[in-house]
Nanobody
Framework: QVQLVESGGGLVQAGGSLRLSCAAS????????MGWFRQAPGKEREFVAA????????NYGDSVKGRFTISRDNAKNTVYLQMNSLKPEDTAVYYC????????????????WGQGTQVTVSS
């Protein structure tokens, strides 16, 4: 059974940083897309960042480009999201996702989801 477990969320002041982790178990995703999405109260789920190809090509949402960096450690079957220069509008539940496809760039392409971790940025 595949499980994705996020960690690293919390409360931070605007301008601060957080690093989210997502550990996968049940199968190896080193050659498959993995990414991060977020959802704020009353808003739709939003794409944040992803390895859209298993080989390492990355893509970022426009609102986080230049501030967030996605990385992965295949030996640990883990993907990370380094978030810098955080803004109050980054406040949301952040979800890790993994795909069985070769190429995945929107939410419906992802087959597995974590339970989410709350990130709150105070002004």
């Amino acid at each position: 059974q595949v499980q994705l477990v996020e960690s690293g969320g919390g409360l931070v002041q605007a301008g601060g940083s957080l690093r989210l982790s997502c550990a996968a178990s049940g199968r190896t995703f080193s050659n498959y897309p993995m990414g991060w999405f977020r959802q704020a109260p009353g808003k739709e789920r939003e794409f944040v960042a992803a390895f859209i190809l298993g080989g390492g090509s990355t893509n970022y949402g426009d609102s986080v480009k230049g501030r967030f960096t996605i990385s992965r450690d295949n030996a640990k079957n883990t993907v990370y999201l380094q978030m810098n220069s955080l803004k109050p509008e980054d406040t949301a539940v952040y979800y890790c996702a993994a795909s069985n496809r070769v190429y995945a760039f929107i939410a419906v392409h992802y087959d597995y989801w974590g339970q989410g971790t709350q990130v709150t940025v105070s002004s």
